[in-house]
């Protein structure tokens, strides 16, 4: 057990920094927060996947707390929370669907969606233009730069899935390996 804990530190923190590294290659830069990027959420997502929803959730959880120190867009306490934490957090929703990985990074990035739906809802309603609904413009605020990276993060886990790059589920050690192939 104690082997299986370090490994998943090392991964997470591994992957945590890669996600923070490709979250600085903006195709695209919301004008009140949130990019298009190349891929940032793939990270973590890959690592949902390998260990299951709660390493995601606490991966996503530590990602979108230095996401909050290194681009906060803060207006409130709450709101803050709401779109760090607990958006981030619930991209390891990803690893409820490790068999079908393209849609557990739908579900993953779904999760963060709904959390920043809530807080433009909350929040941002004042920036929805005159006469259209608060709830409307959060939707579609919010999926301006989620609906790309969703399709962008489906496709990219897809194919790592389908050319077999990286072993979804959790890995086993050398020795289980070696004693399941006898």
């Not at 104690?2 to 695209?28: C, D, P, Q």
């Not at 579900?107 to 959390?115: D, E, P, S």
Request: with cysteine; aromatic share 8%; net charge positive.
């Amino acid at each position: 057990m104690k082997r299986n804990t370090t490994r998943i530190l090392v991964e997470s923190g591994t992957f945590i920094a890669l996600a923070l590294a490709l979250s600085m290659i903006k195709v695209y830069h919301a004008p009140q927060g949130g990019s298009v990027t190349a891929g940032s959420m793939i990270p973590v997502i890959i690592m949902a996947l390998r260990w299951g929803p709660r390493v995601g959730i606490m991966s996503g959880v530590a990602y979108g707390l230095l996401q909050c120190i290194i681009e906060p867009y803060i207006v409130h306490p709450v709101q803050a929370i709401l779109d760090y934490p607990v958006a981030f957090g619930l991209l390891g929703l990803a690893g409820f669907s490790s068999r079908l990985p393209a849609l557990g990074a739908a579900m993953g990035i779904g999760g963060r969606f709904a959390a920043h739906v809530v807080s433009g809802l909350v929040f941002f309603a004042s920036n929805a233009p005159e006469g259209s609904a608060p709830l409307v413009y959060s939707i579609v605020y919010n999926g301006s730069y989620l609906v790309p990276e969703v399709v962008l993060s489906a496709l990219v886990v897809h194919f790592l899935s389908v050319g077999r790059v990286l072993q979804w589920g959790r890995p086993q050690s050398r020795a289980l390996q070696g004693k399941a192939a006898e």
